[in-house]
């Protein structure tokens, strides 16, 4: 079965090893804007004063994707100074980005990235915010074309149908649109 | 100015030095979700997912 989470619910969680030690906290999650695929992780401390971390994680040596931490087999899991880190470059942080129609309607801001958690974690939509009054959060799966970078997010015409109230409704959503898309 | 007057204003330096410290750290470690590859739109086959 396929498992849903917010990029918002990862954000902030400790990096454990099986040894059960608490060596970071995950602070920003990287994605490749190409196919969505979720490329590793930037780290901050954990202490209360502790800043960003110089080690980053892949997501290729991540053991568990956990709804209370990311689990690691042990300290070497995570890059070195002198390894390349995970990041990718250009783009930017979709967080609070436009969310647009490949036809130029606005469909609101991006306050959240679902994940779709598997072996090997991808984008699989947005939690988009609309302006205007009444203000209300819809989930849109993403599986086509979509343009990203930290401004806007650009996503096909069709997901408008199939925008989701909430996760449990989400993998429906996602399986709609996947359906209408391989009919066009 | 009374001993207990300095100590007062060493406390208030002290407490806004901290908040300032923590307030710094807890932008620093803010997270978010970065798109790589620096797509535009329009470009590209695929996205959002494979």
């Known amino acids: 079965m396929t498992r849903y989470v917010r990029a918002s619910e990862l954000v902030k969680k400790p990096v454990v090893t099986f040894d059960g030690e608490d060596v970071a906290q995950v602070k920003d999650i990287l994605f490749e804007a190409a196919d969505g695929s979720v490329r590793g992780f930037t780290l901050a401390g954990r202490g209360l004063f502790s800043g960003p971390l110089k080690q980053t994680l892949a997501a290729g040596r991540v053991h568990g994707l956990g709804p209370d931490a990311v689990v690691i087999r042990d300290g070497t899991a995570l890059s070195g100074d002198d390894q390349p880190a995970v990041g990718v470059p250009g783009g930017g942080d979709v967080m609070g980005a436009t969310a647009l129609t490949v036809k130029g309607t606005e469909l609101g801001k991006v306050v959240d990235v679902i994940i779709e958690g598997s072996r090997q974690p991808v984008v699989a939509g947005y939690e988009v915010e609309s302006s205007g009054p009444p203000r209300r959060r819809v989930l849109l799966p993403v599986l086509r074309p979509v343009g990203v970078s930290g401004d806007m997010v650009v996503v096909p015409d069709a997901v408008v149908d199939f925008a989701a109230g909430d996760l449990a409704g989400f993998a429906e959503a996602a399986r709609g649109l996947r359906h209408r898309l391989e009919e066009e | ?50």
Do not use: D, H, N
């Not at chain 2, 407490?15 to 979700?33: D, F, Y």
């Not at chain 2, 620096?38 to 695929?46: I, S």
């Open chain 2, 1 to 50: 100015m009374e001993w207990w007057g300095w100590l007062i204003v060493a406390v208030v330096v002290l407490a806004v030095l901290i908040a300032s410290a923590l307030v710094t750290q807890a932008r620093r470690r803010r997270g978010g979700v970065i798109a790589g590859g620096g797509q535009r739109p329009g470009e590209g086959e695929r996205g959002g997912r494979r």
